[in-house]
T-cell receptor, first 114, second 116 residues
Framework: AQKVTQAQTEISVVEKEDVTLDCVYE???????LFWYKQPPSGELVFLIR??????QNEISGRYSWNFQKSTSSFNFTITASQVVDSAVYFC???????????FGTGTSLTVIP | DTAVSQTPKYLVTQMGNDKSIKCEQN?????MYWYKQDSKKFLKIMFS???????INETVPNRFSPKSPDKAHLNLHINSLELGDSAVYFC???????????????FGPGTRLTVL
């Protein structure tokens, strides 16, 4: 079974629209960590955020915000007023405190159209 | 300034050859990793290495072997290369081990390996 599911394979939005990237995870651990990474067309992987399972507070960083809900095992990522530079593949990931794995989702390819 | 660096950036080689990819981090991190990203962008962890403890993903063929001369370096050796090894390989590092608190990983730029 997939530990991290990103059901949206590709999304296209027009510049300045808001867009939400979904991430659903599966774990039996009580302590775990969730991440988002950005992979622009240039190919590098850029760390965006880490949340631990004990901190359900939503986080905002500029145009980026994250909504962590343990009740639905989701860690969604919203980009407000999208820009062309936001075009990238975005990966959600999970690390469990008891495990020796780092699980990436399959990624969501976001295209922002000018 | 580069936090995690890899060489080479591109590697083209023939089937059956042996090759190495080098990775260095200057972040003072204790844990390093290797990942494989296939043509569909799927990322899979291959190894993690922390204080001489090597954790291997059981799906990785034993033709792949990580070598760590010191805490700042984790090189990847690949023997008898096969067509299916073509992919982008990423090195990464984190302060803490897998499952630890400070475990956000910082990635190198990737090495695109093409096996002909």
């Amino acid at each position: 079974a997939q530990k991290v599911t990103q059901a949206q394979t590709e999304i296209s939005v027009v510049e300045k629209e808001d867009v939400t990237l979904d991430c659903v995870y599966e774990t039996r651990d009580t302590t775990y960590y969730l991440f988002w990474y950005k992979q622009p067309p240039s190919g590098e992987l850029v760390f965006l955020i880490r949340r631990n399972s004990f901190d359900e507070q939503n986080e905002i960083s500029g145009r980026y915000s994250w909504n962590f809900q343990k009740s639905t095992s989701s860690f969604n990522f919203t980009i407000t007023a999208s820009q062309v530079v936001d075009s990238a593949v975005y990966f959600c990931a999970l690390s469990e405190a008891t495990g020796n794995q780092f699980y990436f989702g399959t990624g969501t390819s976001l295209t922002v159209i000018p | 300034d580069t936090a995690v660096s890899q060489t080479p950036k591109y590697l083209v080689t023939q089937m059956g050859n042996d090759k190495s990819i080098k990775c260095e981090q200057n972040l003072g991190h204790d844990t390093m990793y290797w990942y494989k990203q296939d043509s569909k962008k799927f990322l899979k962890i291959m190894f993690s290495y922390n204080n001489k403890e090597l954790i291997i993903n059981e799906t990785v063929p034993n033709r792949f072997s990580p070598k760590s001369p010191d805490k700042a370096h984790l090189n990847l050796h690949i023997n008898s290369l096969e067509l299916g090894d073509s992919a982008v390989y990423f090195c990464a590092s984190s302060q803490d081990r897998l499952g630890g608190v400070d475990n956000e990983q910082f990635f190198g730029p990737g090495t695109r390996l093409t096996v002909l």
